[in-house]
């Protein structure tokens, strides 16, 4: 097994949600953390761990970003992270695979599949592996428990339902890692 850990600095973890359902509002999390276990290079079948510091969530909008970390969508002061770990990471096809597994967001686990892309290998400049993933996908954030919303006075919601995720993943090689492990 191989073990590879997220390099922030060449990372990113991003998200869209619509806003009075004509226009999109983007954000990110700032501080996060993933790691990845691998049987071989091809990473079929790996194993894959993600969280994010719900505190560090960045709208650009200091007011939105603290209503964000409040008790009416995240409660970061209850739920400080937000979780993910993989059941299956499958090869569909030439660097494109399928990542289910468990999100947790303020407490409530639910599963969810999400598209990879694998950008393949390179050598850093330290001589360690480097490998770069795309991953995309959609949550629902009913699913989840972030139920805020309120009514524009022509009847329109203010916040989307649907979460479009964008994640940018440069996942540096960490050290062998035994399959006693």
Known sequence: MKKW????????????VKHLLV???TGQ?????AEIESPDETFDN?????????DSIDTK?????????SADFFDAEKNPKLTFASKEFKKISDGKFELTGDMTIRGITKEVILNVEYNGIAKGFDGLEVAG???????????????????????????????????FAEMKE???VSKAA
Not at 5 to 16: L, Q, R
Not at 29 to 33: L, V
């Open 23 to 25: 226009s999109t509002v």
């Open 133 to 167: 993933f795309e991953i995309t996908g959609k949550l629902n954030r009913f699913d989840f428990g972030l139920q805020w919303n309120a009514m524009t006075e022509a009847g329109g919601i203010v916040v989307g339902p649907d979460v479009k995720l964008e994640i």
């Open 46 to 54: 790996s194993k894959i761990t993600f969280s994010a510091d719900v």
């Open 29 to 33: 999390f700032n501080n996060f953390d």
């Open 61 to 69: 909008n200091e007011q939105r970003d603290g209503h964000l970390k």
């Open 5 to 16: 850990k997220i390099d922030s600095a060449h990372s990113e973890v991003k998200f869209k």
């Open 174 to 176: 960490a050290a062998e």
